[in-house]
């Protein structure tokens, strides 16, 4: 077997045991990129194993050392409650922000009662002021970073729920002498082989006496790095591919969009969670829309109060111009497809979107903050449920998956609702939800047809086909996963 000086010489220091990338490179003279590339050429040959470990350390972002410093909201709120007596929301001495967050925690902790009154929602402390173990784990992590194992799950995952967290990953490495790489004689190799000749070595002639490292025309080279698109692009252009096949037309929307589009022409109630700053990314520029169609605010507003023209009851709440003018990143991509509709009411319409939607998500190996969303409807006269299962079915068989089936779900804007799932190994995953929009929807637009309508999680899917069990993976530069799956 042929190898390199570089080869040569870190297969001798490996002789003596076990080898970190630094300690390699110190006892073999060989810079820190040299010993690396001859460390994968010797692994490549058989001759050395590289073990590695990743480690993700956590500690507090800046958000969290503030609170860890300052106290939580609602460690901030029951000391003051407990000093007042009782107040009402409004009252507190919290930032509005923090305001929308309080009451939950405030209840989930048992820190203070809640009463709602004439005057708002009244707060009376319950007299428990015990310190609670993610404030003690947040103050922790704004001294010295930890490795999950050496937290309470829960009170990690509280803390990552309240984006008061970073991480940090190491990766350490080890080189080791395979079997054959031990019973390979290297002692008798000289390490000491010319692979190039220099303009100084033909001016001087010391090439006639040096040894020359041989040319193999069977070592194992790793394969050249060409030019293709990223494996998500390429599944991307794929399921634009089947849509266009199955007759649907491509639309786009817009990243910023105002609550009124995003939330409240899809029927979503002003108090739903998902409206929540801790769900939801509220902007400050612009901080709000101006929302000019008079008729159009007040037929959603009538709807939203008492049902408006149709037979629903609404949800029997004050609606707020103020909060549905607020100004977000949008949240689904349905809100593109509302956006559609109301300039496109008549029917026929075949049109799906594939774009980037944003929700405050702790990142883990199944959630992301941004992901990209496939949304698509269909408004004929004679449409039906069983028109759409027909339609989600379709696609799913396209995309290489024999086995699908629906079942019932719920969805603020849609009536029936159902989720997809597909079969993948010996498990049922679930993909998407969809639905027949409901009155309350179509009602402002005129919208005489039944609307079908459905969103699928694009990333969740590339999970699938591509056979991964991190959704970050499909994110980061990982050359090696990059190069396989050309």
């Not at 509709?341 to 026929?348: D, I, M």
């Amino acid at each position: 077997m042929d190898l390199s000086p570089n080869e040569i010489k870190l297969l001798k220091c490996l002789k003596n045991g076990t080898l970190s990338p630094f300690e390699a490179s110190t006892q073999s003279g060989l810079g820190e990129k040299e010993t690396m590339s001859a460390a994968s050429w010797l692994r490549n040959k058989g001759l050395i194993d590289i073990l590695e470990e990743s480690k993700v350390y956590y500690f507090a972002n800046e958000e969290g050392r503030k609170y860890a410093e300052q106290g939580l909201p609602e460690r901030r709120a029951v000391e003051w409650l407990n000093q007042i007596g009782e107040a009402v929301i409004d009252e507190l001495p919290l930032d509005d922000n923090e305001k929308k967050v309080v009451i939950g925690w405030l209840k989930r902790k048992n820190f203070a009662n809640l009463e709602k009154t004439e005057e708002g929602l009244k707060l009376t402390p319950t007299g428990n002021l015990d310190q609670t173990p993610d404030e003690d784990l947040l103050v922790k992590l704004s001294r010295k970073q930890l490795l999950e194992d050496e937290m309470d799950k829960q009170d990690l995952s509280l803390l990552k729920g309240r984006q008061l967290l970073s991480t940090k990953e190491e990766i350490s490495r080890e080189f080791s002498l395979s079997e054959a790489g031990s019973n390979f004689d290297i002692d008798s190799i000289s390490d000491d082989l010319i692979g190039d000749i220099t303009p100084e070595m033909l001016q001087s002639g010391s090439w006639k006496d040096s040894k020359f490292q041989k040319y193999s025309h069977e070592t194992n080279v790793e394969p050249s790095n060409i030019s293709t698109l990223h494996p998500l692009t390429r599944f991307t252009e794929e399921i634009r591919s089947i849509f266009l096949q199955m007759g649907f037309t491509e639309i786009d929307g817009d990243y910023v969009e105002s609550a009124f589009w995003n939330m409240d022409v899809l029927f979503i109630p002003q108090d739903h969670p998902a409206r929540d700053l801790q769900d939801t990314f509220y902007l400050s520029e612009p901080a709000s829309f101006i929302i000019s169609d008079e008729e159009l605010l007040s037929k959603v507003k009538s709807i939203h109060e008492d049902g408006g023209d149709t037979e629903s009851v609404g949800w029997g709440s004050k609606w707020s111009r103020e909060t549905a003018q607020q100004a977000l990143l949008r949240t689904h991509t349905t809100v593109g497809t509302i956006r559609y509709l109301s300039n496109n009411p008549k029917p026929p319409v075949r049109v799906f979107s594939v774009g980037r939607v944003f929700r405050r998500e702790a990142l883990d190996a199944t959630h992301l903050p941004e992901f990209t969303q496939v949304e698509g409807i269909i408004v004929e006269p004679n449409a039906n449920f069983g028109m759409l299962i027909g339609v989600l079915k379709e696609f799913y068989h396209r995309m290489g998956f024999d086995d699908v089936r629906v079942r019932p779900a719920y969805f603020p804007y849609t009536e029936p609702s159902l989720e997809v799932e597909v079969r993948f190994g010996d498990k049922w995953l679930e993909l998407g939800g969809a639905g027949i929009f409901r009155p309350e929807v179509t009602a402002p637009f005129g919208i005489d047809s039944p609307v079908l309508a459905w969103g699928l999680g694009l990333e969740r899917l590339a999970m699938l086909r591509l056979g991964i069990k991190d959704i970050r993976m499909l994110y980061q530069s990982d050359l090696q996963w990059l190069k396989e799956t050309v």
